[in-house]
């Protein structure tokens, strides 16, 4: 009896999971954002992201123990909207995706513990998502609205270059399909978000910094400071930020005739402030808690290290990826991660691309840039029909299922 009804359950399991899932809620809480969508294949019936952006900006940085406490308070309010935006229910849904990792421990537990539990509850298949492969096909979903926008076949994507470029990732690998990747290289030290987040602090421009330190930028002369483009001449396909961000330290030091060494990273001459995604640049003294670094340097200084800087930090990646273009044959280039949010950065890319013939594929809408959910949704259901994925379905596999802060491609 029990041998009997083992078969069964496999041919349960075999049917469902041989079933077309299509429609996805997916949860990402890999660090400071909360989010939960829905996705239909490609195509995204809703993203809800609640960020915290606001809260850690107060820190300078992401606060792992506030970013799992905001999560727990708002995830089932988000997953809520995440169904009602795309007017669906629980029973509409055909399988769970949740962000196993890579990204901030005690983070990931909160989405993934959300995941396990509604998955056993509603009894539907859980597909645990690699949060960087959700950034390298983020490129590839289809916000709503845009359903007119011809979707481009996976025939005429792979293989493709990825280039994955967040606050905590720089990385360039080949996409030969979904879940065949060779990672040519990595940064060896500083993500480049990262960097941009340490010369806005050094510049005490609060966090996060790429959206204030591009800004910037764009009134800045490029020329002005000559900063070094790392690992020009190597071989490889790693990159390096942590030797800019500390020449940029210097050069502030110099400005401000300070001693180069011995006072850590942090500037810090006043108490500094924080800017908020959506203020505008500081203009006046009034505009600012203390003696930020940039009040003190002025605006135009500030704009010209930041415009240095930046195209720094974009040569040292274009290097890289041209390198990659010359030794690689492929049909695209799928940019991904927050850093995707800088205008001139993708504008550098699709030059390159039409240049070589080759198609460059960004996301297309804002949400898309940042950590979301519906990346997450369209990258299991880009995994389901390849070996590559898992789609845990009996309760065992999906009690087991357990957060990956380190997971690898
Ligand atoms: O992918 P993401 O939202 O979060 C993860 O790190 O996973 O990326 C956030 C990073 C931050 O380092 C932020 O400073 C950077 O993306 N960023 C930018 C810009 N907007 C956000 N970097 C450069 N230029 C921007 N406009
Ligand atoms: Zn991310």
């Not at 727990?72 to 995706?97: H, M, P, Q, T, W």
Request: glycine content about 10%; aromatic content about 6%.
């Amino acid at each position: 009896m029990l041998k009997l009804f083992c078969i069964f359950r496999k041919y349960q399991i075999m049917q469902r999971n041989t079933k077309v899932v299509k429609t996805i809620l997916s949860i990402d809480t890999s660090c400071d954002d909360t989010s939960a969508a829905v996705t239909y294949g490609r195509k995204v019936l809703s993203n809800v992201i609640s960020s915290q952006v606001e809260l850690h900006a107060e820190w300078g940085g992401v606060v792992p123990g506030l970013a799992k406490q905001e999560h727990e308070k708002r995830i089932d309010s988000v997953l809520d909207r995440a169904l009602k935006d795309a007017g669906l229910g629980y029973e509409d849904i055909d399988a769970f995706a949740v962000t196993q990792g890579p990204g901030l421990a005690i983070a990931l537990e909160v989405g993934v513990k959300k995941a396990k539990e509604l998955a056993l509850k509603y009894n539907k298949p859980l597909i645990p998502v690699n949060h960087m492969e959700g950034h390298l096909f983020s490129s590839l979903a289809i916000p709503e609205g845009d359903e007119e926008n011809k979707i481009i076949e996976l025939e005429e994507i792979f293989p493709a270059l990825g280039v994955l470029i967040s606050g905590g990732h720089t990385i360039l690998l080949v996409a030969n399909g979904v879940g065949e990747y060779k990672i040519l290289g990595e940064t060896l030290d500083d993500a480049i978000g990262e960097s941009f987040d340490k010369v806005a602090k050094i510049l005490d421009l609060g966090y996060p910094g790429g959206p204030i330190v591009s800004k910037f930028a764009e009134e800045g002369n490029t020329d002005k400071y000559a900063l070094p483009v790392s690992m020009k001449n190597s071989d490889d396909f790693n990159v390096s930020y942590s030797g800019l961000k500390t020449a940029v330290l210097y050069l502030v030091r110099d400005l401000l005739g300070q001693d180069r060494k011995g006072r850590g990273e942090s500037m810090k001459i006043g108490k500094g402030h924080s800017w908020k995604p959506g203020m505008e640049i500081p203009q006046s003294q009034d505009d600012i808690d203390d003696n930020p670094v940039s009040e003190v340097l002025g605006n135009q200084t500030t704009a010209d290290i930041c415009a240095s800087f930046q195209n720094a930090a974009i040569e040292t990646l274009l290097n890289k990826a041209k390198k990659a273009l010359n030794k690689f044959e492929v049909k695209s280039i799928l940019l991904g991660g927050g850093v995707v949010n800088n205008t001139l950065i993708r504008k550098r890319f699709k030059d390159i691309g039409k240049s070589r013939g080759v198609r460059v594929l960004t996301p297309q809408k804002g949400n898309l840039f940042m950590d979301n959910a519906a990346m997450i949704g369209v990258a299991a259901y880009l995994g389901v029909g390849t070996d590559k994925v898992a789609i845990l379905d009996t309760q065992e596999q999906i009690e087991q299922l357990d957060r990956d802060p380190g997971l690898c491609f």
